[in-house]
């Protein structure tokens, strides 16, 4: 078969999860395949992170803008590489195509109640053509992949399609996410470890205000008072939560260290007392395997996917209750035995998700929508 996948994203230097998705099934791939032909449809960027190998083509597609890329430029170049299976990766796929589709939809939050918080005009237009998208492209595709049991029932029920319809493939994790003794590169972003650690962000399904706010309650009651690292968010974005809830005082406390290449998280990880992943919603968290793989113990919701793959022996919180989280970053800090106790179950459960069962399942949806 020729089969096309698009990477759009790939290729740029800030990568995020539906760009590290993709590119770790292409590289397993191009191990385990050597039978299908593949296309790789990027958008050419700065950090080449692919190459060609025998049967794997990379193809640069030029465009201005995301919609045109996808839209024109994409099936377009498809159809000149006589692909036969277009599979696109990042929940939308062109409305005309005239190849067979095979869409994975990481998640619905497009059909949710918006968040009128969110004051991100890239993540509002994000949100707005895919609602305008989806629908429209849903009944054409051959399969709908996602990456959860919590995620394959939501867009069953919401979108009225049959389970034979939608395929559930967990995401894996990179192995160099293991326990580090070398604290060089967390050095680059804190002073010393034992620290909280927080992936922040703009998009209020995040958490990132409420996450602060049981930081400050669990700041008046420890003893310890250990820092919070958090990635990924301004210093005003940071500097008005605190306004708004009147605890500028505990801004010497938190670390800002931007954005973190993905090549330290495992030192990051690895020397944080816990990781906190206390979002609203999220179809499935590879960051919660990464920091699990380095012996991390890990606060994370009760909500959505996150106990299914963390597991329910994890250190589950109520997202929406700041007391329950700054209870339980306490309970963790007086407990060495709890923390121990979750930090050994997240290191077991791990081993249910990697990136070569990923591509192996994903290698039989091909070969069974073709069939």
């Known amino acids: 078969m020729k089969i096309g996948i698009e990477a759009q994203r790939i290729f740029r230097h800030k990568k995020h999860g ?5 590119l770790e099934e292409i590289k397993q791939l191009q191990a ?9 449809f990027v958008k050419p960027g700065p950090d080449v992170c692919l190459a060609d190998t025998a049967n794997v083509h ?9 919609p045109l890329w996808e839209q024109y430029a994409l099936p377009k170049a498809a159809r000149k590489c006589g692909v036969e299976l277009l599979h696109c990766t990042s929940n939308t796929a062109p409305i005309w195509c005239g190849i067979p589709l095979i869409l994975t939809l990481h998640d619905i939050i497009f059909l949710e109640p918006r968040d009128k918080r969110n004051k991100s005009m890239y993540q509002n237009m994000g949100w707005l053509y895919r609602r305008i998208v989806v629908p429209r ?7 709908i992949i996602t990456v959860s049991n919590f995620e394959k029932r939501n867009i069953m029920t919401k979108l009225e399609l049959p389970d034979s319809m939608v395929t559930m493939i967990y995401n894996g994790y990179n192995q160099w996410f293991e326990p580090m003794a070398d604290d060089k590169a967390m050095k680059k972003y804190i002073d010393a470890g034992g620290y909280f650690f927080f992936l922040g962000n703009t998009d209020p399904k995040k958490n990132s205000e409420r996450t602060i706010v049981a930081y400050a309650e669990y700041l008046k009651q420890s003893k ?9 968010l301004s210093e005003k974005a940071i500097d008005d939560i605190l306004a708004r809830n009147g605890i500028e005082d505990i ?19 690895s020397h944080a007392f816990a990781f906190l992943y206390t979002s609203l919603r999220e179809s499935f968290g590879i960051p919660l395997l990464e920091a699990m793989a380095c012996g991390t113990a890990v606060i994370t919701s009760n909500t959505s996917s996150m106990p299914e793959i963390a597991g329910d022996r994890a250190a589950l919180i109520c997202p929406e209750d700041t007391d329950d989280m700054a209870s339980m970053m306490l309970r963790l800090e007086n407990d060495e035995s709890l923390r121990k106790d979750i930090i050994e179950e997240g290191l077991k459960r791990v081993g249910m998700f990697s990136w070569r069962k990923t591509a192996e399942q994903l290698k039989d949806v091909y070969a069974n929508v073709m069939d």
Do not use: Q, W
Not at 18 to 22: A, E, I, R, S
Not at 224 to 232: E, H, I, N, S, Y
Not at 251 to 269: E, F, P, Q, T, W
């Open 18 to 22: 539906m760009d590290y998705v993709v």
């Open 32 to 40: 385990l395949d050597k039978e299908n032909e593949y296309f790789i």
């Open 58 to 66: 990379v193809v640069e597609v030029r465009c201005p803008s995301y």
């Open 137 to 143: 492209i849903i009944k054409k595709c051959r399969r």
């Open 224 to 232: 310890t008072r250990r820092k919070l690292l958090v990635a990924d």
């Open 251 to 269: 801004r010497g406390n938190i670390v800002m260290s931007g954005y973190i290449h993905n090549k330290d998280l495992a030192c990051i990880y």
